[in-house]
């Protein structure tokens, strides 16, 4: 004979074996077989629970009377309190969500002799094949579980914070009903002013940004007996599994975290300066959205006028050149509720680490500190006069930019030609051999907004440490020449050597040469002496005819507009 043992668990704890082709054993008891358990039973059926399940039931031949499953709608059923037939009400207690059981009731504890209507015959033994989905109890609060803390905590949700989070919304078999990360948004809001549902309200409370939890809620902190109409059924208990990605309080200011102050600070930034400085700016959470780094280039502006966003204005004023500090801008003082469409969203907290390299303001003049004057001092530098001085140069954070000493030579200029920038023209006056300055040089005496491509950036501040090296004094302005001793009173038939009464360009050369080489003439130093010579014959020349004439030739103090002679 075939034989087929059937594990079977009665409440009354009997266990019955039966051949396969033997009649029906009455029963006297539920006959319980769990045929699936989940690994994980947070919390099994009590007496007084409320429970979602889904269910089919059938009479021993397999025959079905009834299905929730043709309703598309679960059984909501408190257990324990006589609202449903005996048998059933005993078979759910201690069964877990996501647990199945078929469950083998007798008639006594199901219709009895009375059956139900057309339905269910007297007598009749009854299965039900059951699928809890839900379980709370109307004592149930909200329930809160951390499984990320992030290792930096330093606010937590308040009342009345906003924040911005991501969450998977789950009813408590696991079904998915929504997610913030599907729509690739967070669902950004008010806490604790009745803007979310109350279990929300209460859940997100005391979480950190980064901080990751489950928050379980009975369907009377959640949509209650109505649902959500659509995607949540009624008396849903609900699953969010939620990441808080940004907080912030609409009173909030802007928060400065200084890191890295130098010593000496001998300036602070205020409203109206010009200031150069590197950034990284992030979320709160720590999602990257922009680098002045990975652009090579600092960022430049005014501050305190409204050039940048309200939080950075205010961040920016008191900074120290070089300083690193953290500055934390609410999204009233940033971007505000529109974000800027693609990096930063609506409402974002924002988060600058930046470096200050350096700020002046556009009243700013050279400023000049000697750091060494020789005891004799006596003859000092002014405009005309030629100079030779050594220099290095660099930004204000340090930056190098050039220096003569790697050339093994002088840098050689006329002061007051504009032969180098304002600023150094500034301070190379008054300068004598020997004398060492430093030199800090705004941008407007400097290279200006435009910087030098590949050497000094734009709207630069410039450091020069400078030692005047050697010095040779020029000619009193207007003039290119001068004579060191009286004028020949015969000048013009001095000059015309073939005496033809016309002097060439080669005549007029020749002799101013001959004149300085014999000391009794001087050229204005630091100028190309050929080039000199060419001026002066030009302006003699008068009609241009590459000659000059007696008639022509003056001296330059019967001049007016001409430099030469």
């Known amino acids: 004979m075939k034989q087929c043992v059937h594990g079977m668990i009665y409440l009354a704890v009997l266990v019955a074996f039966a051949a396969c082709d033997a009649p029906p054993v009455p029963l006297d008891d539920i006959v319980i077989e769990k045929t699936f358990v989940p690994e994980q039973c947070v919390r099994a059926v009590k007496v007084g629970d409320y429970v979602r399940y889904h269910y089919n039931g059938m009479f021993p031949d397999g025959k079905k009377f009834d299905s929730s499953y043709d309703r598309s709608s679960t059984y909501n059923v408190y257990v324990g309190k006589k609202q449903l037939i005996e048998g059933m009400d005993r078979a759910l207690v201690g069964m877990c969500v996501n647990e199945r059981r078929l469950v083998k009731i007798p008639p006594q504890l199901a219709y009895g002799k009375e059956g139900y209507g057309d339905v269910i015959p007297s007598d009749a033994i009854l299965h039900f094949d059951v699928l809890l989905l839900d379980v709370w109890n109307p004592d149930d609060v909200v329930q809160m579980k951390t499984y990320y803390t992030p290792e930096n905590c330093s606010r937590k949700v308040e009342v009345s914070d906003y924040v911005r989070y991501h969450y998977n919304g789950t009813l408590l078999d696991g079904t998915l009903f929504d997610s913030s990360h599907t729509r690739m948004r967070t669902y950004d809001t008010y806490v604790g002013i009745g803007w979310l549902i109350a279990g929300m309200d209460q859940g997100l409370l005391g979480m950190c940004v980064g901080e990751k939890r489950i928050i379980t809620m009975p369907p009377s902190l959640g949509y209650g007996s109505n649902g959500d109409g659509s995607d949540i059924p009624q008396q849903a208990s609900l699953v969010f599994d939620v990441v808080l990605l940004d907080l912030h309080n609409p009173k909030d200011g802007v928060s400065i975290i200084n890191q890295d102050i130098p010593q000496p600070c001998h300036r602070k930034s205020v409203a109206g300066d010009f200031i150069r400085y590197h950034y990284n700016g992030s979320l709160l959470d720590g999602t990257f959205f922009d680098s002045s780094y990975s652009r090579n280039r600092t960022y430049d502006t005014y501050v305190g006028k409204g050039y940048v966003i309200g939080g950075m204005d205010e961040g920016l004023i008191g900074v120290c050149i070089g300083e690193k500090r953290r500055i934390i801008i609410p999204p009233h003082l940033g971007y505000g509720e529109e974000g800027t469409g693609t990096k930063i969203p609506g409402s974002a907290v924002l ?19 000697t750091n060494y004057k020789p005891e004799v001092c006596e003859t000092l530098a002014k405009k005309g006069d030629f100079v030779k001085y050594h220099y290095n140069a660099s930004l204000m954070d340090g930056s190098f930019i ?7 030579k002088t840098y050689n200029i006329v002061l007051g030609a504009n032969q180098v920038v304002p600023g150094m023209e500034e301070g190379l006056k008054e300068m004598c051999v ?14 200006g907004e435009r910087g030098v491509d590949g050497e000094v950036p734009a709207s630069a501040v410039l450091i ?16 290119m020449f001068i004579w060191n001793e009286d004028v020949s009173a015969d000048l013009f038939t001095e000059m015309d050597a073939d005496k033809d009464l016309q002097v060439l360009a080669s005549e007029f050369s020749d002799y101013i040469l001959r004149q300085v080489n014999e000391g009794k003439g001087r050229l204005a130093p630091g ?18 005819d590459g000659k000059i004439t007696e008639d022509e030739f003056k001296l330059k103090a019967d001049e007016t507009t001409h430099d030469e002679l």
């Open 527 to 544: 100028f190309d002496a050929y080039r000199i010579i060419e001026n002066m014959f030009s302006n003699q020349d008068r009609n241009g």
């Open 464 to 479: 020069f440490d400078i030692e005047m090296i050697e010095m040779e004094a020029g000619l009193p302005d207007g003039y």
């Open 402 to 408: 050039d220096s003569t000493y790697n050339y093994g």
């Open 351 to 369: 988060v600058f680490d930046i470096h200050i390299i350096d700020f002046h303001n556009p009243s700013d003049t050279v400023v000049i500190t």
């Open 434 to 447: 020997g004398e060492r300055r430093h030199l800090v040089i705004p941008p407007h005496l400097g290279y």
